[in-house]
C-alpha cells in the first residue's frame, strides 16, 4: 500500500506512532537530546494508562520548548515545520484527532528532509499538490512510475518516505509488539538527519 493508504487505515496506536516517529526523527531541529521523547514512546507501549500520552505530552513540550529557546531556529522553514509537529498533537489519543495529526507530521517531515538536502532544495517547487512537489506527492500516494517509490525523489527525501512506510507496517502487522521496531526505524533516521543538519550548518559557515 501507499503511504497514504497505509495512513488512512491505521488504528490509533498506528497513527500515534506513525506522528511521533516523524517528531522523533526531526527532534535535532528543535534542539533536543535522543532520549527527549522516549515518554511519550512509554505511553504508547501496551500497559500505559490512558491519560500517560497527555501528562508526557507537556513534560516534552515543556523541555522542547526550553531547549528551542536557546536556538537560534527563528525564519529556519525546517525547525518551524519541527515545532509544528510538536505544537498540533492532540492531547487525546483518538484515531479521529491523530489521523490528521499523523498525516501533517508525514508532509511536514518530509519537506524538512527535502529542506535539508542541498541539491533539492535548489530545485524548483512552482508546481507542488499538497504542500509537496508533484513527484514526491506522487510518490507518497502511490501515484509514481513504479507504484509510488521513489521516481523524481532525492535520496534523502526517498529513505524518509521509506522509513514512514516501514513503521506503519510494522504497527499493521504485529500490533503493540511492533513498537520498538518503529522506534528503531525513528533511532536511524534521526542519526540521518542530524548528519544532514550538521552539513547544512556547514554550508552555512
Given amino acids: 500500500m501507499s503511504l497514504v493508504e497505509l495512513i488512512a487505515q491505521a488504528d490509533e496506536r498506528g497513527l500515534a506512532v506513525s506522528g511521533l516517529a516523524c517528531l522523533d526523527r ?27 500520552w497527555a501528562g508526557r505530552l507537556e513534560e516534552v513540550r515543556g523541555k522542547l520548548g526550553a531547549a528551542a529557546a536557546d536556538g537560534d531556529g527563528d525564519g529556519d522553514e525546517a525547525v518551524a515545520l519541527a515545532r509544528r509537529m510538536l505544537t498540533t498533537a492532540p492531547a487525546r489519543r483518538s484515531a479521529a484527532e491523530l489521523r490528521p495529526w499523523a498525516d501533517a507530521c508525514s508532509v511536514a517531515a518530509l519537506r524538512i528532509h527535502r529542506l535539508l538536502d542541498g541539491a533539492a532544495a535548489r530545485d524548483d517547487d512552482a508546481d507542488q499538490v499538497g504542500g509537496l512537489p508533484r513527484p514526491l506527492h506522487a510518490a507518497r500516494a502511490g501515484e509514481s512510475p513504479a507504484g509510488g517509490r521513489t521516481e ?31 522506534l528503531e526505524v525513528a533511532t536511524e533516521g534521526r542519526r540521518v538527519l542530524r548528519a544532514a543538519v550538521s552539513r547544512r550548518s556547514r554550508r552555512k559557515d
Wanted: charged share 20%; net charge negative.
Fill in 152 to 182: 523524481g525523489v532525492s535520496p534523502l527525501v526517498a529513505a524518509e518516505l521509506r522509513r514512514q512506510v516501514a513503521v506503519l507496517e510494522r504497527l499493521s502487522a504485529h500490533g503493540p509488539t511492533g513498537l520498538r521496531g518503529a
Fill in 26 to 52: 526531526c527532534v535535532p531541529l528543535l534542539g533536543g537530546d535522543d532520549e527527549v521523547l522516549r515518554p511519550l514512546w512509554a505511553s504508547l507501549a501496551e500497559g500505559a494508562g490512558p491519560d500517560d
